[in-house]
């Protein structure tokens, strides 16, 4: 038994810990292989990490141990503690990428660029994959009509973008890569405006804004001209979604986000009962009508979720959930931004690439996902593992302060 901990120890910390990279490519092959997937690795990472638990980092495991503890707490009470079990055993899975990511990449230095590398390997996969299913729907011979809302599956593009970029970067021949890059965007750009995803969109120009600023060292009026630029061509190719304001003249701000705004007043004017521990995590479908339920014109609807993973945190976790959950993720800003100084130029691109993704998935999550989603609960703590791992260098231990990069091609 012991020899066989120790070749999966081994297998975990050699290869197995790169296995987050294909989860992003799973959304081709529907949920249950996605989970499958980020059970086994979170399972197989349990039984690895335990000799090397003194080198997790404190703060951070902490924090992560008081929210899981926090989350768990909220079941009992709750209207479906079964479906709260489940939820709260799902986002435990997928968030144990936190620990493992920052564990592993501390292993060798060839680690962090081994990530990058397969993060941009995998999403260029996911983007072929997708792209190429596109004619298969648009040309109906899937047997379906033509849906966008249920055959175009965008969520996951603004987030693997600042990995296709950093690749052609740092590693696609200069002649070409600013080329390479813009074909990129305009990629993904033309299936996100197909897909009529707003929150998409503005991940993507959250993800290209701090891609252009910490990684390209861009001016901000540049950056500020390619955001302007990104968001006219999408309004321009496709300005339907833009001009939901006519589905109620009466409410057109409700109309506008689709009934987003709607959703977010009704749950601050009916709180969860619970103000400290909210309704229960996985529990937020039973959150009623009068929180869930909107009416745009005519139609009613009903959704099963807030749109905003912040409001879903607070109204399903209440007050201490929440404040944990933003506890962590501002201390891995605030960490990273204390030791930012003392990194590295290559150091500091990498952040960079991480924080892009990151500004994706969190700009994004406040129109659109649930903080228990794969898009936040996994991708998302990928990115902060990595940023732990990078912050978490001592000071006697890292390398001079960095200087101002004289690269030609960098605007």
């Given at each position: ?57 404190r703060p951070t ?71 190429l299913l596109l ?267 960095a200087v101002v ?7």
């Amino acid at each position: 038994m012991i020899r066989l901990l120790d070749r999966l120890q081994e297998a975990f910390f050699g290869w197995g810990w790169l296995s987050p990279v294909v989860l992003p490519l799973t959304q081709l092959g529907g949920r249950g292989l996605f989970n499958t997937l980020a059970s086994l690795y979170a399972l197989w990472g349990l039984l690895s990490f335990w000799r090397r638990r003194e080198r997790l980092d404190r703060p951070t495991l902490l924090l992560y141990l008081a929210l899981l503890g926090v989350f768990l707490l909220t079941i009992p009470g709750s209207v479906d503690p079964v479906a709260g079990v489940r939820t709260w055993l799902g986002f435990l899975m997928q968030s144990m990428t936190l620990l493992l990511i920052p564990l592993a990449l501390r292993e060798s230095p060839t680690n962090p660029d081994r990530l990058l590398d397969g993060m941009a390997l995998f999403g260029a996969l996911t983007l072929a994959g997708l792209s190429l299913l596109l004619p298969w729907h648009l040309l109906g011979l899937s047997g379906q009509p033509f849906d966008h809302e249920t055959q175009l599956r965008e969520d996951n593009l603004p987030f693997l973008t600042p990995f296709l970029l950093a690749w052609l970067w740092r590693r696609g021949p200069p002649r070409w890569r600013y080329v390479a890059m813009v074909s990129v965007v305009a990629l993904v750009l033309g299936y996100i405006v197909l897909a009529e995803g707003r929150a998409a969109l503005l991940g993507l120009i959250a993800a290209l804004t701090v891609f252009s600023s910490l990684v390209l060292g861009w001016r901000l009026r540049l950056i500020a001209l390619l955001a302007l630029l990104v968001l006219s061509i999408a309004i321009a190719v496709n300005i339907s979604p833009f001009l939901k304001m006519e589905l109620d003249p009466k409410q057109p701000l409700d109309a506008f986000t689709a009934g987003r705004t709607a959703l977010w007043r009704q749950a601050l004017a009916h709180p969860p009962p619970r103000a400290w521990l909210g309704i229960g995590m996985g529990n937020g479908a039973h959150a009623g009508e009068e929180v869930l339920g909107f009416q745009l014109g005519a139609h009613n609807h009903q959704v099963k979720h807030l749109h905003n993973f912040v409001l879903d945190a607070w109204y399903e976790t209440g007050l201490l959930g929440v404040s944990l959950l933003l506890a962590l993720m501002s201390t891995v800003f605030v960490r990273l931004l204390r030791i930012w100084r003392c990194l590295s130029v290559p150091d500091r691109q990498r952040a960079g690439i991480w924080l892009a993704a990151a500004a994706a998935l969190l700009t994004t999550g406040l129109l659109s996902f649930s903080y228990t989603s794969r898009q936040l609960a996994c991708y998302l703590f990928i990115a902060f593992g990595s940023l732990t791992a990078l912050s978490g260098l001592r000071l006697e231990g890292v390398r001079p302060p960095a200087v101002v990069d004289k690269d030609p091609d960098r605007r």
